[in-house]
């Protein structure tokens, strides 16, 4: 079956720094992913959606400045958080959508970010 | 405004008994509906999804059932083994690839 590899599972970074975070599609290519984040105890949120070659669309509220994500090829997306501060703490988690046959969305395993 | 509900925050079901996890939505667009699984730190785990045109989806203990005039969708587990307990999240899409909008999840136990 589909499957996206997310990495890293989990990163510590200081206050101010960035740090990328990578979703790729192993067996298939993406024409879109999607980028959401999890609160403690809350649903998913969706972040952002990235087509391939096109500047990703972000839903409301959400920092494009800081929160820049590239999907420079079929089967990579990456998310960079920047300037990251300590509320951008969080559980991010990628997703691929193949575009073909079933809806076929395929999690990647998420990015555990703390920033101190 | 939330457009998928999962009222109930948690669930208490005994081993070998049935599950049933509710889902509620509000927007009529939305025309595929998906179950996921998920545990602490991972990502979700897709376990079984239903198109709007079908009223009943089945796969091995796992059912999901339909009702789309009253916009409520519900998941059954069954029989309910410890290995079920988990987060459990409904998922709705709309045409297109639009992303998925989640509801917030019902953490089922599975009681010895």
């Known amino acids: 079956g589909a499957v996206v590899s997310q990495h890293p599972s989990r990163v510590i970074c200081k206050s101010g720094t960035s740090v990328k975070i990578e979703c790729r599609s192993l067996?298939?290519?993406?024409?879109?992913m999607f980028w959401y984040r999890q609160f403690p105890k809350k649903s998913l949120m969706l972040m952002a959606t990235?087509?391939?070659?096109?500047?990703?669309?972000?839903e409301q509220g959400v920092e494009k400045d800081k929160f820049l994500i590239n999907h420079a090829s079929l089967t990579l997306s990456t998310l960079t958080v920047t300037s990251a501060h300590p509320e951008d703490s969080s559980f991010y988690i990628c997703?691929?959508?193949?575009?073909?046959?079933?809806?076929?969305?395929?999690f990647g395993s998420g990015t555990r970010l703390t920033v101190v | 405004d939330q457009q998928v509900k999962q009222n109930s925050p948690s669930l208490s079901v005994q081993e070998g008994r049935i599950s049933i996890l509710n889902c509620d939505y509000t927007?009529?667009?939305?025309?595929?509906f998906l179950w996921y699984k998920k545990y602490p730190a991972e990502g979700p785990t897709f376990l079984i999804s239903?198109?709007?045109?079908?009223d009943k989806n089945e796969d091995g203990r796992f059912t999901v059932f339909l009702n789309k005039s009253a916009k409520h969708l519900s998941l059954h587990i069954v029989p309910s083994q410890p290995g079920d307990s988990a987060v459990y999240f409904c998922?709705?899409?709309?045409?297109?690839?639009?992303?998925?909008?989640f509801g917030k999840g019902t953490h089922l136990i599975i009681q010895p």
């Open positions: 997703s691929a959508f193949s575009g073909t046959g079933n809806y076929g969305y395929t």
């Open positions: 067996d298939f290519q993406a024409t879109t």
């Open positions: 990235s087509n391939e070659g096109s500047k990703a669309t972000y």
């Open positions: 927007n009529s667009m939305f025309d595929y």
């Open positions: 239903i198109s709007s045109i079908k």
């Open positions: 998922a709705a899409a709309g045409g297109g690839a639009d992303g998925l909008t």
